[in-house]
Every structure is written in C-alpha cells, then in structure tokens.
C-alpha cells in the first residue's frame, strides 16, 4: 500500500500515460500505477546508487521489468523527447524541483501535465511554472504523520489564470487553489509558520541591527502580512 501522500500523487496521473517518475526512490509510485492498470509503462530515473539499486530491486520483484524502465542519471536526463506523457517528481524540496524542471526544458516538449510534491518551498516551484508556460490546474494539501504536504498539477495553459483577482506574491506563496479553498490542514500550516515568522522576529528585534537583519526583518514583515490578510 502506498502512502496518503503518493497515493495523492498517483491519483492525478492521467489513466493511460506513459509516465516518468524523477527521484523515484524505491519506485513505489511506478509500481503501484503501472499494476493498478492506470499507466501502460513508466521510467523511474534516479541519482543515487542506492535508492537506483532499490528501485531494480522492487521493479524485479513485482515482475515489472517490461513495463518499467529503471534509469541512473540526473533529473530529465533519463528520458527521451516525446517518450513520455507525464512526469512525477515527488520528496524533495521546491528549490530542487524547479531545478530539475529548468535543466531538463529541452525534455518537456511533448509532456502534457506535471505532477509535483514539493515536501517545502512549493513557492519556487509555481515561479517556475509561471515563468515557463504552465498553468496550475490543481493544488491539494494533506497531512500524514504529522507532516503537511502539497500536490501541484499542472499543463500547458495560460499561467497567470489561476491566479486572477487575488495579489500575485500571495498566491504563489500560498497557492491559488489551496489560499481559496482555506482548508484546516492550511490553516494549520501557516499558522505554524506565522508563529515561527514571528518567533524570528524578536530575535532579530533582539540582535545586533545591520543591513542582513534589517532586510531579513522587512522580507519576515512583509510574509506575515500576507499571512494575515491571507
Ligand atoms: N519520489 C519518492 C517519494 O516521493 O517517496 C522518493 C523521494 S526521496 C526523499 C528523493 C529522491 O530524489 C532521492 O532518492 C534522491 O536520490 C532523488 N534525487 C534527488 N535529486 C535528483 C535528481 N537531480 N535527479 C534524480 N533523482 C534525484
């Protein structure tokens, strides 16, 4: 069984892709969509040795070696142009993800929708699809095991829509979907950050003042007002 978090994911790939799962760890994803009959065939791509080895280990396993394709290389690299029509990049942080997406562009012709689990800084991740022609078209917000994730998906599209009539700082750090949708796991979410903003703040208040502490002030000042009007 897979995690409410993977199963999340695995809920939003399209019935009959070919998907490519990037960071694919024990390729628990793969696995999982491709016996359930949702996708005819995957790549899970990894960097690590390691988890590359656990995810030939699992595939063997499950009998899935003519329907997964285990590949060792950095992010995209690992797929062809045009082999596949879904990508999955799940467990890493925002920052990696749009890294991985920007490296790899020359590959997204073809790719028809982007199923992204940032563990934090999913901010990052909706710059990048704003900057690159991808239009939200789903956000979800789960907790398990005391963690909260976010699930963004998204295609080809208008990249500003999603975000109309809201203030555009604030949906990219909140997401559109998730800021009006205001779930209780959101809530929760920032009010935890909010009082860590705030925590922070008094002790820049209580440290020695310079440029660094007074931008990182102003920048704290400024999420939390967000927060609040959020
Ligand atoms: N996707 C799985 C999940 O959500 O449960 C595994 C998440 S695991 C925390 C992150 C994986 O991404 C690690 O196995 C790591 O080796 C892999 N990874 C990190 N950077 C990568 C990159 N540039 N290309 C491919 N894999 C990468």
């Given at each position: 069984?897979?995690?409410?978090?993977?199963?999340?994911?695995?809920?939003?790939?399209?019935?009959?892709?070919?998907?490519?799962?990037?960071?694919?760890?024990?390729?628990?994803?793969?696995?999982?969509?491709?016996?359930?009959?949702?996708?005819?065939?995957?790549?899970?791509?990894?960097?690590?040795?390691?988890?590359?080895?656990?995810?030939?280990?699992?595939?063997?396993?499950?009998?899935?070696?003519?329907?997964?394709?285990?590949?060792?290389?950095?992010?995209?690299?690992?797929?062809?142009?045009?082999?596949?029509?879904?990508?999955?990049?799940?467990?890493?942080?925002?920052?990696?993800?749009?890294?991985?997406?920007?490296?790899?562009?020359?590959?997204?012709?073809?790719?028809?929708?982007l199923v992204l689990q940032p563990n934090v800084g999913s901010f990052a991740v909706r710059r990048w699809?704003?900057?690159?022609?991808?239009?939200?078209?789903?956000?979800?917000?789960?907790?398990?095991?005391?963690?909260?994730?976010?699930?963004?998906?998204?295609?080809?599209?208008?990249?500003?829509?999603?975000?109309?009539?809201?203030?555009?700082?604030?949906?990219?750090?909140?997401?559109?979907?998730?800021?009006?949708?205001?779930?209780?796991?959101?809530?929760?979410?920032?009010?935890?950050?909010?009082?860590?903003?705030?925590?922070?703040?008094?002790?820049?208040?209580?440290?020695?003042?310079?440029?660094?502490?007074?931008?990182?002030?102003?920048?704290?000042?400024?999420?939390?007002?967000?927060?609040?009007?959020?």
């Amino acid at each position: 069984k897979l995690s409410d978090r993977l199963e999340a994911v695995a809920n939003n790939i399209p019935q009959g892709a070919r998907l490519a799962d990037i960071g694919s760890d024990h390729a628990y994803l793969p696995c999982h969509v491709v016996r359930k009959g949702i996708v005819p065939m995957a790549i899970a791509g990894e960097v690590a040795q390691g988890p590359f080895q656990s995810a030939i280990d699992q595939v063997k396993e499950e009998k899935l070696t003519d329907k997964i394709s285990v590949r060792k290389g950095d992010g995209l690299e690992v797929i062809e142009p045009g082999e596949v029509d879904c990508i999955t990049i799940a467990g890493m942080g925002g920052t990696l993800i749009s890294t991985i997406l920007e490296k790899g562009k020359s590959k997204l012709e073809g790719v028809s929708r982007l199923v992204l689990q940032p563990n934090v800084g999913s901010f990052a991740v909706r710059r990048w699809l704003i900057d690159n022609g991808w239009e939200l078209i789903k956000e979800e917000i789960l907790e398990e095991d005391r963690k909260i994730y976010e699930i963004l998906v998204a295609e080809k599209g208008e990249p500003l829509k999603p975000y109309q009539q809201m203030n555009l700082d604030s949906g990219i750090l909140f997401g559109p979907f998730l800021l009006k949708e205001q779930s209780a796991v959101f809530q929760d979410k920032w009010n935890a950050e909010k009082r860590n903003w705030e925590r922070i703040l008094k002790q820049l208040d209580e440290a020695v003042q310079n440029d660094d502490t007074e931008s990182k002030r102003q920048e704290l000042k400024a999420k939390l007002k967000m927060a609040e009007e959020a």
